[in-house]
């Protein structure tokens, strides 16, 4: 079966880059575009209603809600708390990795500093770890 | 909360003027009995020490966790009330002033210990008022043993309410003052005790001539004293207002750098993929690319694109380290190494040039550094060196003095402007050099100002020297050894 991947990002061509790449690499892939659907869909996957990812990559810089709130939501439900969720951003912020770290992130990607092909393989090792 | 802190002021003021008629229509009793005016000023008494207490608590910080300790002093202050009131129906009236007089003491000393630990400028202005109800009480003190004694007659009993007003509105005055200084305050308290006393002599002087001296010296520090709080109040709102335009300027620029952080990081969102497809592109992920000038011109845009990218990262770091945004990540590390690794990286470009790339070793201890940060001011600056030297080389050279670890980079090339070194020393230059500009045309200094933004996170300093164009440039890198 193949690992389901849900994506937060809200640039179309790093979300498109992302699938494409993911896709590539025998993964299944989720994504919201905005905070908001980010949100609803966890709201989903806290329900029952939408199949639960291995792994959620977190863009922290979006327009409507910060990522830092989204990983607060995920954790704060006992169905999703357990979700492996990476930070994957353009911005590396002292102070706000720190508030990642504090909502227990489970990694914090630079998006420079890791290509497509890389980032699968950090995704599939950490996936590993958990079985 | 502020508007608990007007009413507790404006009760404060009103009580403290009912107080004072009290007082003195129980000394030249008119319109009520002497009887019924000496218990309103003993009721006043305690009255007015409530709203102030109270403001001492609203202005404390732990002002909800003091709040037991205020309905504590509430209920004492209501239990002596209750067990001295019925008490005073049977004393004498002008005792009874004596009792008013001595629990104005007592309070004051307790409202004074509340307030003894404030330290900010609303805080300390009511402290301060404090302070002048404590000579209001003081002088009523005094004025009413001095009628006793007969020291003053009856005729003065207006005089002493006068006076008393005055205190009153001096305290009020501290209290509404916007500003707070306390050497002001103490200059105020000189002229009021100065104007108390010639006051006095008014009085009791038998002779007339001294008790005209004495009203000309009251008037005259009346007059000092209005225009000293004039020119001070005045002063104050101006210092006051140029902090303000400080503040704003200060404002301004930050979000200035928000801002050109923002559109850095809008630059850079793009760049990510731009770079990934190329790469994968030129990788064959979408399949083979067979003309070889099409392969070539990506090549190419590879490169461009890298390029940009470095361009805004570089504009990161500096704008990040301009506003404290990024933390250096310190470790121990050999600079001999760093400076080694930048050698290797730049020599072949510095022998394709035909110049040398020399490094003068010498020993030196551990260094906490960010090491990725470091490298890349050594590397810039040695990069530099060879940019724009035709003939010579680079020579790196290294040296502890004064507890600073100092790296010399020198080259053999174009030199700079004494202009352009005190400009490229502010951290101004964004652009080459005069000299620079006739070698590459216009272009960016970045590579520099990264270079100083770096070391100035590390708390250091970059010198450079030069004796003119042609002769060289000489860069100094000091870092402090911690």
Redo the contacts between chains.
Sequence with gaps: MKEKIFIIED?T??L??LEE?LK?ENFETDHATSGKEALEKIDEIKNGMREKPDLVLLDI?LPDISGVEILKAIRKNPQTSDLKVFAFT??S???LNKKLVQEKIDKILL??DV??DELAEIIRKEIKKNE | MNKLKVISLSLTFILAFLWIISFYFCLYPLFLKIEQWSKLNFIFSFLFWLPIIFLNFFLSENYAKNKKYLIFLFIAFAFIFLISFPKILSIHPLSILILSLFFMFLFWTIALITGARFKNQDQLKNFYSLIVVGFLILFNAFFYFGLLKNVFHNGQIFWGFIFSLFLLFWGISVMLTPFFDISFFLTESAMVIAMGLTWFLFFSSPELFVKKLALAIFFIFLFFFYRFKKIMYNEMKRTKEVEKIFQEERDLLEAKEQFVLSIQHHLRTPLGPIREYLNRILKGVYGGIDNPVVKEKLVEIKKLADEVYSLVEQLIDIQALKTKRASLNLEKCKIEEIIESVIEELLPIAEEKGLYLKYEKSPLPLIEVDKKKIRETIFNMVDNGIKYTRRGGVTIKTMIEDKKLKIEISDTGIGMEKEEIEKFLKGKIFERGTEAKKMYGPGKGIGLSLAIQFVKAHGGEIFARSEGFGKGTTFLIELPIK
Excluded: Y
């Design positions: 640039d061509s790093t498109m880059l790449g590539m810089l353009n911005f912020d002292p102070e998006k420079a290509a497509l």
